[in-house]
C-alpha cells in the first residue's frame, strides 16, 4: 500500500520569506501524488497534482512542487509567503492515504 | 456549479446513540469517499463509493458504514457511538474511479463536526 510522510508537523515562517513543506512517499505502487490545504475549519482544497510529465508541478496561490524519484520525495514550495497562507497542508498518494499534515503559520 | 455539500455541519451526540452523516457530489461525480479527521491521527481514510459499490475501505470497525445511492449521494452512519468517534468527517468527490482514469481530482466538502459527549 501507498505511504506519505510529512517529516514537519509545523513550519513557522515569517510574511515574505520563502517555505519549504517536506514530504516522501513509499515507492511500492504508481504514484499520483497531491497537495492539499486546509484553511480553518474549512474542507481540503487541491494546490497542486503530480501525475507524470514534467517533474516540477506548479499550482495555485503561488505554491509549486518537485516530483523527485530517486529520493522519492514530493516537497511543496512557495518563494514568498503571505499571512494568508497560514493553514495545514496535507501532501497524499491519490486519495487514500494522506500524510499526518503540516501545519504553517506566518507571522508579520 | 455547486461544490460537495455535506450536512448537518455540526452535531452532538450522546455515546452509544447512531448517527448518519450525508454527503451530496459535485454533480456527474460517481465517486464518493469518506475521511475522518482527528488531531491526534490525521486524515484517515474510511471508505470509497462508486456507483453505488464500495470499491475501498479503510482500516475501522464494522459501527462505521456507508452506501451510495443511485444519484450518487453517499451516507455513512456511525454505530454505538464512542467518545473517540468525535473528529471532523469528510466527504470527497471526484469524477471518475481510480484506475479508470487517474487524471481526476478529489473535491472536498467542508465537513461534518461530531461531537460525542
Known amino acids: 500500500a501507498q505511504s506519505v510522510t510529512q517529516l514537519d508537523s509545523q513550519v513557522p515562517v515569517f510574511e515574505e520569506a520563502p517555505v519549504e513543506l517536506r514530504c516522501n512517499y513509499s515507492s511500492s505502487v504508481s504514484v499520483y501524488l497531491f497537495w492539499y490545504v486546509q484553511y480553518p475549519n474549512q474542507g481540503l482544497q487541491l494546490l497542486l497534482k503530480?501525475?507524470?510529465?514534467?517533474?516540477l508541478v506548479k499550482g495555485i496561490n503561488g505554491f509549486e512542487a518537485e516530483f523527485n524519484k530517486s529520493q522519492t520525495s514530493f516537497h511543496l514550495r512557495k518563494p514568498s509567503v503571505h499571512i494568508s497562507d497560514t493553514a495545514e497542508y496535507f501532501c497524499a498518494a491519490y486519495k487514500l492515504s494522506f500524510g499526518a499534515g503540516t501545519t504553517v503559520t506566518v507571522r508579520a | 456549479k455547486a461544490g460537495v455539500t455535506q450536512t448537518p455541519r455540526y452535531l452532538i451526540k450522546t455515546r452509544g446513540q447512531q448517527v448518519t452523516l450525508s454527503c451530496s457530489p459535485i454533480?456527474?461525480?460517481?465517486?464518493v469517499s469518506w475521511y475522518q479527521q482527528t488531531p491526534g491521527q490525521g486524515l484517515q481514510f474510511l471508505f470509497e463509493?462508486?456507483?453505488?459499490?464500495?470499491?475501498n475501505k479503510g482500516n475501522f470497525p464494522g459501527r462505521f458504514s456507508g452506501r451510495q445511492f443511485s444519484n450518487s449521494r453517499s451516507e455513512m452512519n456511525v454505530s454505538t457511538l464512542e467518545l473517540g468517534d468525535s473528529a471532523l468527517y469528510l466527504c470527497?468527490?471526484?469524477?471518475?474511479?481510480?484506475?479508470?482514469?487517474?487524471?481526476?481530482?478529489?473535491?472536498f466538502g467542508q465537513g461534518t463536526r461530531l461531537t460525542v459527549v
Open positions: 463509493y462508486f456507483s453505488e459499490t464500495q470499491r
Open positions: 454533480s456527474g461525480h460517481r465517486s
Open positions: 503530480y501525475l507524470s510529465g514534467s517533474t
Open positions: 470527497a468527490s471526484s469524477l471518475e474511479y481510480p484506475g479508470a482514469g487517474m487524471n481526476t481530482e478529489a473535491f
